[in-house]
């Protein structure tokens, strides 16, 4: 048991490790206040580019399953780091204008505890970080198996899945997930220490986003000095600089996914592959539809843990 322990804490120490050098301001630090811009009338703002933004941030911020159908059992207790390449829309403006050179591709790590419970019922948490940024995202999850241990049959184990995750460190922006899910999959055992476990599933990811109070004249200020009189002479004081990108309604990005764990002794390797197709959901603000341009993403994620 002590032995367990001790390789418990220095799996996570290792985690973490990897991350310790990620607190530094980085590209994906995001800066909204270009997607806004005063003018004569008041503030013009993009509404469909921060919808779009938030899309594609959700899906790669969000928890990934990384586990097959089956629960891990009443005694049952696993501890994993996930590696994940994501892709994203680098060159629409959503990301050009408030990221400080957005790659295609934008690694994240993912780091999990789980826990089987009693008949079938499975619990976790973890935190998912966007590398070169400062964003977090908290989460947790229940998982039911309802159809699960005939393993010595070609019959397949099925889940339901519900998780959820909550952003941090994002100086802009308030973003909040929730995801259902289910699952289907089949034990391929050999001997009595090794497990193969290929699986797929859909989940239905929801994201809800707003942002903070953002200033559309981050360098100008209304004390009068000689910077404000010949950097700001053309703005108009009598119009509102200040403005928010408010909640348009659900985005709703369809995930569907499929994989493999293999576990030997206690380590416990998987990987997991996401499709997300293009957003399509429209939300509406006063009246005026607000479109989701978010792009076709992928999600390759590399898992390494223990199993116990």
């Not at 919808?51 to 899906?59: A, E, H, P, Y």
């Not at 990301?95 to 591709?105: E, K, P, Q, Y």
């Not at 999990?112 to 964003?135: I, N, Q, Y």
């Not at 899910?181 to 290929?198: D, E, M, Q, R, Y």
Request: charge should be negative; proline fraction near 5%; hydrophobic fraction near 45%.
């Amino acid at each position: 048991m002590q032995r367990r322990f001790l390789s418990l804490f220095g799996f996570l120490t290792f985690g973490l490790a990897l991350v310790s050098g990620e607190a530094h301001a980085g590209k994906y630090d995001l800066d909204l206040t270009p997607l806004g811009e005063q003018t004569a009338n008041g503030i013009q703002q993009d509404d469909a580019a921060f919808r779009s933004l938030s899309s594609q941030l959700g899906v790669i911020m969000a928890p990934q399953p990384m586990d097959p159908a089956d629960s891990l059992g009443l005694s049952g207790f696993a501890l994993s780091v996930d590696m994940s390449v994501n892709t994203i829309a680098e060159a629409e403006p959503y990301w050009d204008l408030t990221a400080d050179g957005a790659n295609t591709v934008a690694p994240s790590l993912q780091v999990v505890g789980r826990k089987g419970l009693w008949p079938g019922f499975e619990v976790g948490g973890g935190a998912t970080h966007m590398f070169d940024s400062r964003m977090w995202a908290m989460s947790g999850y229940g998982k039911f198996a309802f159809h699960e241990g005939f393993h010595h049959l070609p019959i397949p184990s099925i889940s339901v899945r519900a998780s959820f995750s909550r952003l941090l460190g994002a100086k802009d922006l308030n973003m909040t997930t929730a995801a259902p899910a289910v699952t289907i999959s089949h034990v391929f055992g050999l001997g009595k220490t090794f497990s193969l476990t290929p699986y797929a599933g859909y989940e239905a990811l929801l994201i809800i986003s707003r942002s903070t109070v953002l200033d559309a004249t981050p360098n100008c200020d209304e004390f009068a000095d000689a910077y404000n009189e010949m950097a700001c002479a053309n703005l108009n004081a009598s119009v509102p600089s200040e403005f928010v990108f408010q909640n348009a309604g659900t985005i709703v990005r369809h995930r569907p996914f499929f994989g493999a764990r293999m576990i030997f002794s206690v380590i416990r390797i998987g990987f997991e592959a996401m499709f997300v197709p293009k957003g399509s959901t429209e939300g509406e603000l006063e009246g005026i539809a607000v479109k989701d341009n978010a792009a076709f993403q992928q999600q390759y994620t590399f898992s390494l843990g223990l199993d116990f």
